[in-house]
């Protein structure tokens, strides 16, 4: 039976619990946030981890998804934080398995596509966060990004998306080095009109 309203809308979960609606991140990103944590002291590092609200779905039993801060809630669980803050947005958890994965995709909270940028089934997706693969493509997203090459985006999976463009036009062993000439080249083809189909595209430069 389907519950009536959300039972604990905020929960503090330990990271290794969180279970992940991707399979893959930016291993760069991740190194990058626990620097920036690194570089905090005791009182920053409380109010880090209040200002991170992890946006969460119960699924099959009562595990507590999460459908956005990957990269900062294995960083955490690498620094072996004790909890997290998360606020459940919906209650899939009277679902079975094969239908929740249909609805969390369909809601398009859940992103099941491998380092390759290829399909995989939902049992593909890491029953926990430090199983989760290294994207390199998508540490140059945020590189990109991060260098004005595009906006930030609301659209879901955005990064991804920009990931899977630059995996066709950049060769793996460039993308996993990501050296100045690799982030030139990725920014010129992110100003390029072949990227505007992309969410945060903000076309060409001069």
């Not at 596509?113 to 199983?131: C, N, S, V, W």
């Not at 690799?182 to 920014?187: D, H, I, Q």
Request: glycine letters at 8%; charged letters at 25%.
């Amino acid at each position: 039976m389907p519950p009536h309203g959300l039972r604990h809308p905020i929960l503090a979960v330990a990271p290794q619990r969180l279970r992940p609606t991707q399979v893959t991140v930016g291993r760069r990103e991740v190194a990058d946030k626990r620097a920036q944590w690194h570089a905090l002291g005791r009182k920053k590092r409380a109010a880090l981890i209040a200002a991170h609200w992890f946006p969460g779905v119960l699924g099959p039993a009562d595990e507590v998804y999460i459908v956005d801060h990957h990269h900062f809630g294995l960083a955490m669980l690498e620094e072996a934080v004790e909890q997290v803050p998360v606020i459940v947005q919906r209650d899939f958890s009277w679902l079975d398995a094969d239908t929740f994965w249909r609805t969390m995709e369909f809601n398009r909270w859940a992103h099941p596509y491998d380092e390759r940028g290829a399909r995989t089934a939902y049992a593909a997706i890491p029953a926990g966060l430090a199983q989760l693969r290294d994207d390199p493509y998508r540490s140059l997203a945020a590189r990109v990004r991060e260098a004005g090459g595009c906006a930030k985006d609301a659209t879901p999976y955005a990064e991804f998306l920009w990931a899977d463009f630059l995996r066709a036009r950049i060769a793996p062993k460039a993308a996993a080095k990501a050296g100045a000439r690799t982030l030139e080249r990725a920014l010129a083809l992110a100003h390029s009109r072949e990227a505007g189909y992309l969410p945060g595209w903000s076309g060409p430069i001069g």
